[in-house]
């Protein structure tokens, strides 16, 4: 599942459920947009991983999205 009810959203490596977890974010870590695949963003974070989001989970704050 990759809902943020317990503080954390899934970054995967493709744009799907079923995809492996890259790391788990925290909320409120600050992502840049990369694309966009339907309900799917891909994003680089902070940190400088770069995976899949779920988009029902992003916040868009300008240019810079965060959780």
Do not use: Q
């Not at 995967?12 to 990369?34: C, D, H, K, Q, W």
Request: net charge positive.
């Amino acid at each position: 599942n990759d809902n943020s009810s317990d503080g954390f959203l899934n970054l995967r490596a493709e744009p799907n459920n079923n995809s492996y977890i890259i790391t788990r974010m925290p909320i409120g870590t600050f992502v840049r947009r990369l694309n966009l695949a339907g309900w799917w963003m891909k994003v680089e974070t902070e940190y400088g991983k770069v995976g899949w989001a779920h988009v029902n989970y992003l916040r868009n704050l300008s240019r810079v999205g965060s959780l």
